[in-house]
């Protein structure tokens, strides 16, 4: 498996369903290799606190995790929670974050992105879909987050 730096501006390529079944395909066999990095703990004015758990595989970003503090758990894409009034502890949060990313399971179907000429492929954990996983068009290569993997770089050392 490798993981490539894509060149900007490549135009549209014809797609092809078997290169989508591919792309769950790399994916699945992927997700065994990814952790959970280190929770991105962010703090605003009035005291709230927002908590995202970067999906790391070799030490590349793939998507961001948004994490419920209130609950202690994984919160659905597209719901970041900014909580009040609630103490974060950074370790527990990290040891459940790795202990939930081992139950992540592929949903077996795709969406494409033209302008970045990726399958996005979601996974799941327990009912909520909670990250989306980027393939090369071909189906062949996982395609990091980059500018996720620039922010918690120093964090991975």
Same mark, same amino acid.
């Given at each position: 498996?490798?993981?490539?730096?894509?060149? +900007?501006?490549?135009?549209? !390529?014809?797609?092809?369903? *078997?290169?989508? /079944?591919?792309?769950?395909?790399?994916?699945?066999?992927?997700?065994?290799?990814?952790?959970?990095? +280190?929770?991105?703990?962010? !703090?605003?004015?009035?005291? *709230?606190?927002? /908590?995202?758990?970067?999906l790391i595989y070799d030490g590349y970003a793939f998507?961001?995790?948004?994490?419920?503090?209130y609950e202690?758990?994984?919160?659905?894409?597209?719901?970041p929670v900014h909580a009040a009034g609630v103490r974060v502890d950074r370790d527990q949060v990290w040891e459940l974050s790795k202990q939930y990313i081992k139950e992540l399971v592929v949903i077996e179907a795709v969406e494409f992105r033209d302008p970045e000429d990726v399958w996005v492929v979601p996974l799941a954990w327990r009912c909520y879909i909670v990250a989306h996983v980027k393939v090369s068009y071909d189906g062949e290569e996982?395609?990091?987050?980059?500018?996720?993997?620039?922010?918690?770089?120093?964090?991975l050392m």
């Open positions: 498996m490798s993981i490539r730096i894509r060149a +900007p501006g490549r135009g549209p !390529r014809k797609i092809r369903p *078997e290169d989508a /079944v591919k792309a769950i395909n790399l994916v699945k066999e992927s997700l065994k290799l990814f952790t959970a990095g +280190p929770p991105l703990i962010h !703090r605003g004015p009035a005291g *709230e606190v927002h /908590v995202d758990i970067p998507d961001r995790i948004h994490y419920d503090p202690n758990c994984f919160s659905p894409k597209g719901r996982l395609v990091p987050d980059y500018p996720l993997t620039e922010e918690i770089s120093g964090r």
